[in-house]
């Protein structure tokens, strides 16, 4: 079956521009999360998202970060007005329950020039 | 300071050779997950553990979870090539609701 899908894959944007990050999980999955990853290090935790629960938002870095999760399926991330320290790879999960195993996706690597 | 330490950060060896990954704590975890990522993809589970004192082998890994439930090491016996990646430790503290990922050890093997 079809694992978590990303996209886009790369995206280069200008400083100050808004980004757009969308999240495609396992169908039937009801937890969803948003991880951000430097080059190389380990993962941060920004955001998930259990059922119909309200969301955890406790690792969005600046309240320039937002993500929904539209009818318990695709996510997305939303960050306005990028700055250069928004550069990473966003990464995002699914698992069956919350704490399960997570299934990632590829990620979006995001430039902000 | 991360709440889940890897050490050590970077290891290079030869193929053919063993290595240990340590995952350190001051605090206790009900349970604690091992991943690896490999470039360009998003990490992959290779086990779960939840009891103090809890060992699990898959092939050539060996991965122990301390008594205290605060450590956890994996052991890779006659690394390969194929076992090179970014590692990964992820654990969910007592009562808490999410993984709190570790920094990762990026582990090279070469033939």
């Known amino acids: 079956g079809a694992g978590v899908s990303q996209s886009p894959s790369n995206k280069v944007t200008e400083k100050g521009k808004d980004v757009e990050l969308r999240c495609d999980p396992i169908?039937?999955?009801?937890?969803l999360y948003w991880y951000r990853q430097s080059l190389g290090q380990g993962l941060e935790f920004l955001i998930y998202?259990?059922?119909?629960?309200?969301?955890?938002k406790s690792g969005l870095p600046s309240d320039r970060f937002s993500a929904e999760r539209t009818g318990g399926s695709v996510s997305t991330l939303t960050i306005q007005r990028t700055q250069q320290e928004d550069s990473a790879v966003y990464l995002c999960?699914?698992?069956?329950?919350?704490?399960?195993?997570?299934?990632f996706g590829p990620g979006t690597r995001l430039t902000v020039t | 300071t991360q709440l889940l330490e890897q050490s050590p950060q970077f290891l290079s060896i030869q193929e053919g050779e063993n290595l240990t990954v340590y995952c350190n704590s001051s605090s206790v975890f009900s349970s604690l997950q091992w991943y690896r990522q490999e470039p360009g993809e998003g990490p992959v589970l290779l086990v779960t553990v939840v009891t103090g004192g809890e060992v699990k082998k898959l092939k050539r890994l060996t991965f122990q979870f301390g008594d205290a439930r605060k450590d956890s090491s994996l052991h890779i016996t006659a690394a390969q090539p194929g076992d090179t990646g970014l590692y990964l430790c992820?654990?969910?503290?007592?009562?808490?609701?999410?993984?709190?990922f570790g920094g990762g050890t990026r582990v090279l093997v070469k033939p």
């Open positions: 992820a654990g969910v503290k007592a009562a808490g609701n999410k993984l709190t």
């Open positions: 169908s039937g999955h009801t937890a």
């Open positions: 998202f259990q059922g119909n629960s309200a969301p955890d």
């Open positions: 999960a699914s698992s069956k329950r919350e704490l399960n195993e997570q299934y």
